[in-house]
């Protein structure tokens, strides 16, 4: 193939993401996202990581995802050449890297940044263990993202932080300069879909994620069996999967929770999800760091008033008594808040209406529209302030 020679209008991108599901022809929050996304980009490239049933595919007609290869200590390599070959064949604007773990994809995106000349940006969602660790692997998990930014930092053209506060915060702490902090927020909410529905309630909390442990989920179930002493009937629905089930439901039985808590694991589209979030009162999250989380601003657009711990937007979203309550890393606390959520229908029914007028600035279109222009603009391929769709 013939390589382009001069950067088309609107640029290309190439994405070192770390999604497990768009190459499983699943419909998870980047699929989403790319169906907004991609409007402001000529073509998307998105190499992913290797996982059973993954498949090169094109979710959109300008989107192409290739599933990459190699172990874990050569993937980064692996990447890096995959990604030669994309950028052999055409011409990319901006490099972006979902950088993770043990960063293959922001190591290769510096080796290609390097040796191409394209910019790229690193993009943490949320860093484990800050605000808090849930386990010593977070502890020593923070350290190692700290590694990363300090040696990234003279690389990568900018770092884009997810939320307004945290992020931007501990990015000052680790010495990365001003001018390569982006505050481009990552939450996007469909408005129509996540909206409230004429739905039976079946639950009384629901929390959304995956089963691991930064979530929280052994805390949330400690609270909820306090909570079960004022309120026997007290229910709980669980929505995802992870490979901490097996251990969630072990700790529903030594609580004697089985009649109160139904793991319903994944849900195929925004349809289903918005439907579990109307079945339920309140929307939970146990979490000890995120950078979001995006799952409870989406129970919130349903109407639900959230209980949540102090993570990523948070504490920029939520005013406690008014559309939610901010709560501490304990069972009680948690316990507590749960309770005066549900203190009475009519309070749970206006703090969930504060709550979905709180979110209405995280309208997908709008919010995506932001974030992309950001990037264009970084790249010289759009003027500051533009109000044109394609900035």
Not at 8 to 31: C, I, Q
Not at 245 to 254: G, I, S
Not at 296 to 321: H, K, N, S, Y
């Amino acid at each position: 193939m013939t390589p382009e020679t001069t950067q088309p209008n609107p640029p290309n991108l190439l994405m070192l993401s770390g999604d497990r599901d768009v190459a499983r022809g699943r419909k998870g929050p980047f699929y989403y996202t790319l169906a907004e996304f991609r409007r402001y980009w000529q073509r998307i490239d998105i190499i992913v990581p290797p996982q059973p049933g993954a498949a090169a595919n094109r979710p959109f007609s300008n989107v192409h995802v290739h599933p990459s290869g190699g172990g874990r200590l050569s993937r980064a390599g692996f990447i890096a050449r995959q990604a030669d070959a994309l950028l052999d064949a055409r011409a990319y604007g901006l490099i972006v890297s979902h950088d993770y773990g043990l960063f293959h994809n922001g190591r290769a995106a510096a080796r290609l940044s390097a040796a191409s000349g394209v910019p790229y940006v690193s993009e943490i969602f949320h860093v484990p263990g800050h605000p808090r660790a849930a386990d010593l692997t977070e502890r020593f998990e923070k350290r190692l993202y700290r590694l990363y930014v300090l040696w990234a930092k003279g690389r990568a053209a900018a770092f884009r932080a997810g939320n307004e506060r945290e992020i931007p915060r501990l990015y000052r702490a680790w010495g990365v300069p001003e001018d390569k902090i982006l505050v481009l927020p990552s939450h996007y909410l469909d408005l129509k879909a996540f909206s409230q529905q004429p739905v039976a309630k079946e639950a009384d909390a629901i929390i959304v994620c995956r089963l691991v442990k930064n979530k929280g989920l052994f805390l949330l179930l400690d609270a909820l069996a306090l909570a079960k002493r004022q309120r026997p009937e007290v229910r709980l629905h669980i929505v995802g999967e992870g490979p901490l089930l097996a251990a969630l439901q072990q700790r529903v039985a030594r609580h004697g929770l089985q009649a109160n808590v139904r793991f319903i694991g994944w849900l195929p589209d925004q349809a289903a999800v918005a439907r579990a979030y109307n079945a339920a009162r309140v929307v939970v999250c146990a979490s000890f760091n995120e950078g979001g989380p995006r799952t409870t601003l989406e129970g919130m657009a349903c109407g639900l008033p959230a209980v949540t711990t102090p993570v990523g937007a948070m504490p920029e979203v939520i005013r406690p008594g008014e559309n939610g309550y901010l709560v501490d890393w304990t069972s009680e606390s948690l316990s507590a808040a749960l309770l005066a959520a549900l203190e009475s229908e009519s309070h749970r029914q206006s703090l969930g209406a504060a709550a979905r007028a709180s979110v209405l600035p995280f309208a997908r279109e709008s919010a995506i529209r932001r974030y992309a222009c950001g990037y264009l603009q970084l790249i010289g391929a759009a003027p500051e302030n533009s109000t044109s769709h394609v900035c």
